[in-house]
């Protein structure tokens, strides 16, 4: 492999598919542990999507020499502080994205910071032990969100793909 950054965010593009290809196998299996594979590389997925924004982040920061640019944290290269030290327009839009929640970056970051935390047993209805007939029930407990689906996790990675390519030719030296 060559030693550019963008062969380390093509290669977790790459690894992205393929994780997505197993992601539908696994799904559309019978096996018995057909879920926890699912599941599996669902995780596979985020990890190499966030990786490969991690790449992306890396690529612009070699290419404007930032401060920092070897850094392991996405996280780290979109916040507003990074952009106002060393504005560029292609950190300038990650930044954008990635601060509002209504993006798929938001909920690429959200999704995978959430692969950190420790499990959460769901809340149970609090009992009042004077009147035992009587639940209290709080209406405002979220459910169980539903799991990231394979055409959404596709989605990422193609919009993340675009702006990579996008990106390199703004950077591009001509």
Not at 97 to 115: D, S
Not at 159 to 173: H, N, P, T
Request: with cysteine; hydrophobic share 40%; proline share 6%.
């Amino acid at each position: 492999m060559a030693h550019e950054l963008y062969t380390r965010t093509n290669q977790k593009l790459y690894f992205a598919g393929l994780a997505l290809e197993a992601l539908g196998r696994a799904e559309q299996g019978a096996a018995m542990n057909a879920a926890a594979l699912a599941q599996a590389e669902r995780e596979a997925v985020l990890f190499h999507l966030y990786g490969g924004l991690l790449g992306l982040c890396h690529e612009i920061a070699g290419y404007y020499r930032l401060n920092d640019a070897d850094s392991p944290k996405a996280e780290r290269f979109l916040t507003p502080e990074a952009l106002a030290a060393a504005p560029n327009p292609q950190l300038g839009e990650l930044v954008e994205l990635a601060g509002n929640r209504a993006t798929w970056l938001a909920r690429l970051l959200y999704e995978y910071n959430a692969l950190w935390q420790p499990p959460r047993a769901p809340r149970k209805a609090k009992q009042d032990v004077t009147q035992p007939l009587i639940q209290a029930v709080s209406l405002d407990e979220p459910e169980e969100p539903p799991a990231l689906g394979r055409d959404e996790l596709e989605e990422w990675r193609q919009q993340l793909k675009s702006l990579a390519v996008r990106f390199r030719d703004g950077l591009s030296e001509c």
